[in-house]
């Protein structure tokens, strides 16, 4: 009887507050602020929910309904707002058991401080953070750690201030330009290439001299015109790179609705797939279920005066070339694409179960794309597909059609 009360008396004791947040309209890409009721909320002056709480920075009370920066509690609002849909979308229409498992998750808008995972935060002066947003594993400070240090946390969610950039400044990092993605990815595998070469040639001169061919000299000759013409085509393809970027760059990560459910997908998926480091597989499974949510036909699309970004476009038919597996494309909508093709032949109901079962033949540390992401998605078909040889001959279609 008194666990029944206790019960009520918890229930009852959730409510609901009105607020203002940045929303995207049903079937386009275009923003709007709409008012809307947030829930499941157990203060009655701050953003302290059975599930989410809203801080800022490094902070440990949760912020304010009434704060003195109304930027502030528009963008926790709008990140409650949304993270509320997405456990929702996890719960009903993935019909995932983990939201319920789940700690309820502190979620830090505006931290600038890199991740440190033997103590939680690094330094204040240490690379500050921008423009990006991130998901945290749980941890704690190791006993070795002086005094002052010591912390525990749970899973969180980390939302990066917005910080305009002259698209300039980036230089030597990779812009849209296709021509500079290209030849940044094949730099190193035809260094090594030519490097190989000029080592086979050396060995045969030395050990085989009747075997060689030409002088070294112009296999010497011929490896550092490979790598001087190399890096001097990147170098001239980055003086494009500004012609295929906007002027400026910024991303007020806590107020994009897809970005809001791509990091919770991360913690979704972290029972199995660790939240360590970015590789093309993993964003692009995170991608799927935040373009599955919001159901566009785009998703990260530009939202004037909070972001610059490039959209990425679950029905782009690029084919597969073997520099796809790069890190650098973890940013690319290629992974989402593939796994956009396999929802085409099944279906959204069973490619989004199926895209949930392959976290279970992944790990963060293998998985390639042309490898482990399709043996893992042709796996799973034999456990969710409803006829899994007819539908793994039509992914296998699709996939040959991918390039693969």
Request: proline letters at 5%; glycine letters at 4%; charged letters at 25%.
């Amino acid at each position: 009887m008194k666990f029944l009360l206790l019960s009520f008396f918890i229930a009852s004791s959730l409510h609901a507050e009105s607020f203002r947040v940045l929303v995207r309209e049903d079937h386009s890409t275009r923003t709007r602020y709409k008012e809307v009721e947030l829930i499941d909320l157990e203060s009655s002056t701050s953003f302290e929910g059975k599930y989410f709480r809203i801080v800022k920075g490094k902070g440990k009370e949760t912020i304010s309904f009434r704060d003195r920066d109304p930027e502030l509690v528009l963008k926790a609002a709008t990140a409650y707002y949304h993270l509320t849909l997405a456990r929702e979308f996890w719960e009903k229409k993935i019909g995932s058991s983990r939201p319920a498992a789940l700690p309820r998750l502190t979620v830090r808008i505006d931290i600038s401080n890199l991740f440190d995972d033997q103590g939680h935060y690094a330094n204040d002066n240490r690379d500050p953070q921008f423009n990006n947003a991130l998901s945290i594993p749980a941890g704690q400070t190791p006993d070795w750690i002086p005094e002052g240090r010591e912390d525990k946390w749970g899973p969180e969610i980390w939302f990066r201030p917005k910080k305009v950039i002259d698209t300039r400044f980036f230089s030597n990092t990779l812009g849209p330009n296709p021509l500079t993605q290209v030849l940044t990815a094949i730099e190193h595998p035809l260094i090594n290439y030519a490097r190989n070469q000029l080592q086979v040639s050396v060995v045969e001169r030395f050990f085989y001299p009747q075997y060689a061919s030409g002088s070294l000299q112009n296999d010497v000759f011929r490896f550092a015109g490979t790598v001087a013409l190399t890096r001097f085509l990147i170098s001239g393809s980055k003086r494009l790179d500004p012609l295929f970027m906007e002027k400026w760059f910024y991303l007020d990560t806590a107020m994009i609705p897809e970005v809001v459910y791509h990091e919770y997908a991360h913690i979704i998926l972290s029972d199995y797939l660790m939240i360590s480091h970015s590789t093309p597989v993993l964003e692009g499974i995170a991608d799927y279920f935040a373009a599955a949510q919001g159901n566009k036909k785009k998703v990260y699309a530009k939202v004037p005066g909070r972001s610059t970004s490039q959209p990425k476009d679950p029905y782009n038919k690029k084919p597969y070339v073997h520099w796809s597996e790069a890190n650098r494309t973890a940013s690319s909508d290629f992974v989402l694409a593939v796994l956009w093709d396999v929802r085409d032949v099944l279906g959204e109901e069973i490619t989004n179960r199926l895209v949930y079962q392959t976290r279970k033949y992944l790990t963060t540390e293998t998985a390639s794309i042309s490898d482990h992401l399709l043996r893992a998605i042709l796996r799973s078909c034999d456990d969710v597909c409803v006829e899994p040889r007819l539908d793994k001959l039509h992914l296998y279609e699709k996939f040959s059609a991918r390039g693969f």
